[in-house]
């Protein structure tokens, strides 16, 4: 045999195998003796290895790996070409999925999407997004977004060594522009006498908050913190004054703007024993502004 130096080249008609189908290889060479062709095949856990010797320069793969391909006939070699790399399209079942089950997103607020690949499991698997308003979306499954502020369709497919998903339905996420605040109501206005009353912080129109709750004795006074990051939006209590809460979501914590202020009274008793009449005579004790005679 004698070598001519030529180098074989491989084309393909396309680089992605459609699920279920095939695309065709072509190897050509300038030389135009009757040859026979020689195919290869290797993946990241195959060796290379010989998958067609026939007179066809044309060849079917439905396989997913790196190909290379090279001809020889009599007193002709012709070398092996660069290997080309041929993606295999599979049928697994790929969606985009909020971490949290939230009804309504707004400005400023953290969120993070994942792309899950159904029966994907035990293979490593690089990731592609697209997004509104990025330039560089991450190659992981999750798409961490800090401070989003556009609505727009979210899509990701995945690619393990040669095999490639479709892309995932469009998930559309609607972002509100406007600050949402928070809402205090209470039970009643008046706590009785050695008692209670139950106070309910909301936030209309979505879910997934935690609440702040703060206290003050007067209009001029600075509020206090009485409990923070509760999952519970109802608390009770027994002390007069003016109260207001917020709602807070995420990490990095995102916080509604405060609710308005509610003002609880609260109604004490104080008794005086006349003892010589034998009499139990009861009067009011009002401390501060939110004391309220009986």
């Not at 605040?181 to 979505?206: D, H, K, M």
Request: glycine fraction near 8%; hydrophobic fraction near 30%.
């Amino acid at each position: 045999l004698s070598e001519l130096g030529e180098k074989a080249t491989l084309t393909a008609d396309s680089t992605n195998i459609p699920a279920g189908g095939s695309v065709t290889l072509t190897c050509d060479v300038k030389e135009s003796a009757k040859l026979k062709y020689e195919w290869f095949r290797q993946t990241s856990s195959e060796e290379k290895s010989i998958i067609v010797h026939e007179s066809d320069r044309l060849i079917s793969v439905s396989e997913g790996g790196n190909y290379t391909c090279k001809a020889e006939g009599k007193n002709v070699t012709i070398t092996e070409s660069d290997s080309v790399t041929i993606q295999e399209t599979v049928r697994n079942r790929i969606t985009v999925k909020l971490q949290h089950s939230w009804s309504q997103i707004f400005t400023g607020e953290t969120i993070t999407l994942r792309c899950e690949i159904q029966g994907g499991e035990g293979k490593v698997w690089k990731y592609e997004w697209t997004a509104p308003n990025t330039n560089s979306p991450p190659t992981s499954s999750e798409y961490r977004r800090v401070s989003v502020s556009h609505s727009g369709d979210y899509r990701c497919r995945g690619s393990s060594d040669y095999l490639l998903t479709g892309w995932s339905d469009a998930f559309r996420l609607t972002v509100s522009s406007s600050k949402p605040r928070a809402t205090l109501t209470a039970q009643s206005s008046v706590i009785p006498a050695g008692g209670s009353v139950t106070l309910s912080c909301s936030v209309e129109g979505s879910a997934g908050w935690k609440f702040d709750w703060f206290r003050r004795d007067s209009v001029s006074s600075k509020a206090q913190l009485m409990r923070g990051n509760e999952a519970n939006r109802v608390i009770s209590v027994s002390q007069g004054g003016l109260y207001h809460c917020r709602g807070g979501r995420g990490d990095p914590v995102y916080y509604t703007e405060d609710s308005s202020d509610v003002t609880v009274v609260e109604t004490c008793e104080f008794t005086f024993f006349f003892i010589s009449a034998k009499l139990r005579d009861h009067y009011v004790f009002c401390a501060n502004n939110f004391i309220q005679q009986l």
